[in-house]
C-alpha cells in the first residue's frame, strides 16, 4: 500500500473539511437570483443581501435536493447581510471569531445552481475594521484570492482548520469576506427588529462646489424631522459638520451608522453667505 504523500493528505483534509460544512450550506433563489446561504441558527438563513432580488418568492435548495419556501426575516444593505427564515432543518454552522492572517489558506463552501461547490484560494489581505461604500462598518477587512460565481455569493469562508470566519461576497473586483463578528452583530439586529438602526438628518442633499471646497445645498426638508427642528431650511449650504468640512454627500451619509443615532451633531451652514450653526440630534431612520 503507497504511504499518503504531504499533498494527498492536504487534499484528504480538504475533501473532509467541505463534507463537514456542506450539510449546513444550502442555495437561495430568489425572482431570477440565485446565491448561496448557510444556517445561522435553527430556522434561520444568512445569504448576502446583493444577491437577493428586491421582490419575489424566496426558496431554499436543500442539501438533500429538496426546497422550502423561505420569508425575509431583515436585510442590511450596508453590510451585505439578509436573514431569511425558512421552516426546514438545517444542521447551524459554528462561527469562528478568529481572522486568518495574510496568506492563509482558505476554502469557501457554496453551491452552484442548487449543486454544492467548493474554491480553494489565499487570504491576499487581513487588516482593521473598514466601512463598506454604503456606510456599513465591518469589523474586518478580509479579501480572498479566488475565483467565485455570482451563485457561490453567500458560501461560507474556512481556514486551514476549518472553522468558518465568515461570509464569501463579491466586491469591486475582489472577493470580501464579512466575518463573523459582523454577521452575528448584524443577524442578531435582524432577527430581533427585522432591520439595523441608521440615522436620520431629515433631508435631501445636493452636492456643489464651492470656492474653499465641498458643500451640500439642502433640496428638501423633513418637517418632521431632526434638521427641521433645529432649524435648518431649504435652500441651506452644509460646509461642516462637527467643525470637520465637508467631503461630500455619500461621506456625511456614512457617518449615519447605528451608533449615530442619539447624538447631538454640530452643522456648520451658509444662508444666503452668511454662515449659521445648529445643533441637530440625530434621529432614527423611519422605514420606507
Known sequence: ????????????????????????VVSVHSHRSRATGFAWKPGLIVTADEA????????????????????????????????????????????AATVPPLGALSVVVA?????????LGMVSASGESWRSLRGGDIDARIELD???RGSQQGGLALDA???????????????????????????????????????YLGLGLQPIRLDDGIGAMVMNVDKAGPSAAAGIRQGDVIVAVNDQKLSGVRALAQTLGPSSVG??????????????????T??????A
Open 1 to 24: 500500500m503507497t504511504a499518503p504523500t504531504p499533498l494527498s493528505s492536504l487534499s484528504s483534509a480538504l475533501a473532509d473539511m467541505v463534507a463537514r460544512t456542506a450539510p449546513s
Open 146 to 148: 479566488v475565483r467565485l
Open 282 to 287: 440625530v434621529a432614527e431612520r423611519p422605514e
Open 111 to 119: 453551491t452552484n445552481r442548487e449543486t454544492p461547490s467548493a474554491a
Open 263 to 280: 447624538t447631538v451633531v454640530d452643522v456648520a451652514v451658509r444662508r444666503g453667505g452668511e454662515p449659521a450653526s445648529f445643533r441637530v
Open 161 to 199: 482548520s476549518g472553522e468558518a470566519f465568515g461570509m464569501a461576497v463579491l466586491g469591486p473586483r475582489r472577493v470580501l469576506v464579512i466575518p463573523t463578528a459582523t454577521i452575528e452583530r448584524v443577524a442578531a439586529q435582524l432577527e430581533a427588529r427585522g432591520r439595523i438602526a441608521r440615522g
Open 52 to 95: 437577493l432580488a428586491d421582490e419575489g418568492a424566496v426558496e431554499i435548495g436543500l442539501a438533500d435536493g429538496s426546497t422550502a419556501a423561505a420569508t425575509i426575516a431583515g436585510r442590511d444593505h450596508t453590510t451585505d447581510i439578509a436573514l431569511l427564515r425558512v421552516d426546514a432543518d438545517v444542521a447551524p454552522v459554528k462561527l
